[in-house]
């Protein structure tokens, strides 16, 4: 724990995380790309560990985040962040911590969500840049991707 950090134990953590899961997986909108879980009380151990070091623990687990990766697998869209994930996130955390870590612990969240929304921006440019050069080379290649489809 950073030495200037206030406190968050991982039952707190743990606690906001259960409620949040347990709002997702009946959420008219979070709950299909949540439903690639299978194991929620690993989901939960992980997530909960992630926030405890995001909030300054010390690492207890060995686990590899990749977290950009993993949200772009499940079709998150920056969306589905802002306007779904995030207020849900948000009220869970004001219901249960106080205000004051509640605080802390949002302004992390926020920092990351506009990670994965830049991630998810630069993600979209490459890949359109990375078509176009197909495109370009392969005048005969009569694309179907969502790209030419919907333009």
């Not at 950090?5 to 299909?32: C, G, Q």
Request: aromatic share 12%; hydrophobic share 40%; glycine share 4%.
């Amino acid at each position: 724990m950073r030495p200037d950090s206030p406190h968050i134990s991982k039952e707190k953590i743990s606690e906001v995380v259960d409620a949040f899961y347990e709002r997702v997986r009946v959420h008219p909108v979070l709950s299909e790309p949540f439903s690639v879980v299978r194991d929620w009380p690993h989901h939960k151990e992980i997530i909960t560990h992630f926030w405890w070091v995001q909030l300054g623990g010390a690492r207890y687990m060995d686990y590899q985040y990749h977290v950009a990766p993993k949200h772009r697998e499940v079709g998150f869209t920056p969306e589905l962040l802002n306007g779904h994930w995030l207020p849900l996130f948000r009220t869970t955390v004001r219901e249960t911590v106080d205000p004051e870590l509640a605080d802390i612990w949002l302004e992390q969240t926020e920092r990351i969500g506009r990670s994965l929304h830049m991630m998810h921006v630069f993600g979209r440019e490459k890949k359109k840049k990375a078509h176009n050069n197909l495109v370009r080379i392969s005048p005969l290649f009569e694309c179907m991707c969502a790209l030419c489809v919907f333009a």
